[in-house]
């Protein structure tokens, strides 16, 4: 089992930037598809981004059109961790973000956010002020 720790998250003005850090253990996530979610007062939960390994030395990125341009998904290997990168914030980018960690390609990022398959952290706050 995967455990996933979040953070980074906390209060910015609109237009600024936040660094989120999902550090996992319990198993090396070396090839895990790993993701962000976030959860807005009120509303469902939805897929921001993630990243799968691909083959040949390299690992694919996919985004929510609305964060496409602002935010960027990385891992950092050595420290078994995932990052998303938020620049240019705006005040519709306030939730709960979630990391998720899956050992195989889920049907679909909307699936897998519905089925909370795999491992999930607690989520960590981000909140944009206008």
């Known amino acids: 089992q995967v455990h996933l720790v979040e953070s980074g998250g906390g209060l910015v003005q609109a237009g600024g930037s936040l660094r989120l850090t999902c550090a996992a253990s319990?198993?090396?996530?070396?090839?895990?598809?790993m993701g962000w979610f976030r959860q807005a007062p009120g509303k469902e939960r939805e897929f921001v981004a993630a990243?799968?390994?691909?083959?040949?030395?390299?690992?694919?990125?996919d985004y929510a059109d609305s964060v496409k341009g602002r935010f960027t998904i990385f891992r950092d290997i050595a420290k078994n961790s995932v990052f998303l990168q938020m620049n240019s914030l705006k005040p519709e980018d306030t939730a709960v973000y979630y990391c998720?960690?899956?050992?195989?390609?889920?049907?679909?990022?909307?699936?897998?956010?519905?089925?909370?398959?795999?491992?999930w952290g607690q989520g960590t706050q981000v909140t944009v002020s206008s």
């Open positions: 998720a960690a899956e050992d195989r390609p889920p049907p679909s990022w909307a699936n897998w956010g519905h089925e909370s398959s795999g491992s």
């Open positions: 319990g198993r090396t996530v070396t090839s895990y598809v």
């Open positions: 990243t799968r390994w691909g083959g040949g030395g390299r690992y694919y990125a």
